[in-house]
């Protein structure tokens, strides 16, 4: 059997690269904002993870995330130039479009992204997005992608509770859902139920009639997805703010192999029964007062870590991610 056989597998590897972004959204997890600092994502830092992981694992795809990622198109290119040096196969971001202000700069863009080597992308398309850009600007983009060649293209809507719930949110992302739709049969479309934490614990729980205590346990941690932030800060790629480890202090591939979730101070609590409860009764004898109930266990879980920040230094982490 191969060295490269015996590795382990990576489902998903990302590069946050800057937590500012052209929109304060009312559902962001992040939460991006056109307020939140300059730091960004070093190519020299990018090179020595991508040696790193691949010299020790199998990396299935790598993406770029914020903030907004177009916001620093050339360094995003020599990112994803990087990456295609890794002989890794699929490579994608997320973005809200905002570069479709006119067919030139879409064009330029898209063709950027492609030539370099980007073969998926997700256009952020809901209510809350299109608060802050037109609609017919994400068109533009997605088309310019679509005619760069770019393989994969998607639209991406956060719904407020399950689809069929009927809100002014929902109906508002049915329409414009529908019209992407329409006018672009290749997009793959995507809709997921948003989870309330980051700025949506602010913004958006006061539309839910909130009566429950979540109790389910959160596995998500079972599955190798990462995300390292421009300050070397690791955490799981779909729950931000729960650290395993900095790479800037330790090899990115050790803080991977060493993490076992199941005995994490903060993850560990989250496997088992009663999960985020759990995490709710330590932050209690710290002196939180819990609110009557709650939308989600995402809402349960990232109020308690808020207030939790001070007695998990270092794991708690980053101070972009909580109020």
């Known amino acids: 059997m191969s060295i490269e056989q015996n590795k382990k597998r990576i489902n998903f590897l990302?590069?946050?690269?800057?937590?500012?972004c052209t929109n304060e959204c009312k559902h962001c997890?992040?939460?991006?904002?056109?307020?939140?600092?300059?730091?960004?994502?070093?190519?020299?830092?990018?090179?020595?993870?991508?040696?790193?992981?691949?010299?020790?694992?199998?990396?299935?795809?790598?993406?770029?995330?914020g903030g907004e990622p177009l916001l620093h198109l050339n360094l995003l290119i020599s990112f994803i130039e990087e990456v295609k040096k890794f002989d890794?196969?699929?490579?994608?971001?997320?973005?809200n479009g905002f570069w479709?202000?006119?067919?030139s700069t879409a064009r330029n863009y898209a063709l950027k992204l492609k030539e370099a080597g980007l073969n998926s992308i997700g256009f952020s398309v809901d209510t809350f997005h299109q608060e802050f850009i037109?609609?017919?600007?994400?068109?533009?983009?997605?088309?310019?992608?679509?005619?760069?060649?770019?393989?994969?293209?998607?639209?991406?809507?956060?719904?407020?509770?399950?689809?069929?719930?009927?809100?002014?949110?929902?109906?508002?992302n049915k329409k414009i859902t529908e019209e992407i739709s329409n006018e672009f049969k290749f997009c793959q479309v995507i809709n997921s139920e948003l989870q309330i934490r980051g700025r949506a614990v602010r913004e958006l729980s006061k539309y839910f009639k909130i009566?429950?205590?979540?109790?389910?346990?959160?596995?998500i941690f079972k599955v190798p997805m990462f995300m390292i932030d421009p300050n070397g800060w690791v955490f799981h790629q779909l729950c931000h703010g729960i650290c395993i480890g900095n790479a800037q202090q330790k090899p990115l591939s050790e803080i991977i192999s060493e993490f076992n979730y199941r005995k994490h101070p903060i993850t560990g609590k989250l496997v088992?029964?009663?999960?985020?409860?759990?995490?709710?009764?330590?932050?209690?004898?710290?002196?939180?007062?819990?609110?009557?109930?709650?939308?989600?266990?995402c809402h349960l879980c990232f109020s308690t870590r808020n207030f939790l920040r001070p007695f998990y230094p270092n794991i708690l982490e980053p101070s972009n991610l909580y109020f």
């Open 100 to 103: 479709g202000k006119d067919d």
């Open 88 to 95: 890794i196969s699929k490579i994608g971001l997320p973005t």
């Open 272 to 297: 088992v029964k009663g999960g985020p409860q759990n995490i709710l009764e330590i932050a209690i004898e710290e002196g939180y007062k819990p609110l009557n109930g709650y939308v989600d266990k």
């Open 134 to 172: 037109p609609l017919d600007v994400v068109k533009r983009a997605i088309k310019a992608a679509d005619e760069a060649g770019i393989e994969q293209i998607y639209s991406i809507t956060q719904n407020l509770g399950p689809q069929n719930t009927n809100n002014l949110f929902n109906e508002q």
């Open 14 to 20: 990302t590069f946050l690269i800057s937590y500012k």
């Open 29 to 65: 997890a992040i939460p991006g904002s056109p307020n939140q600092d300059r730091i960004l994502m070093k190519l020299d830092d990018v090179k020595k993870y991508l040696e790193d992981i691949t010299s020790n694992y199998i990396v299935n795809e790598v993406g770029f995330f």
């Open 211 to 219: 009566t429950t205590m979540p109790s389910d346990r959160c596995l």
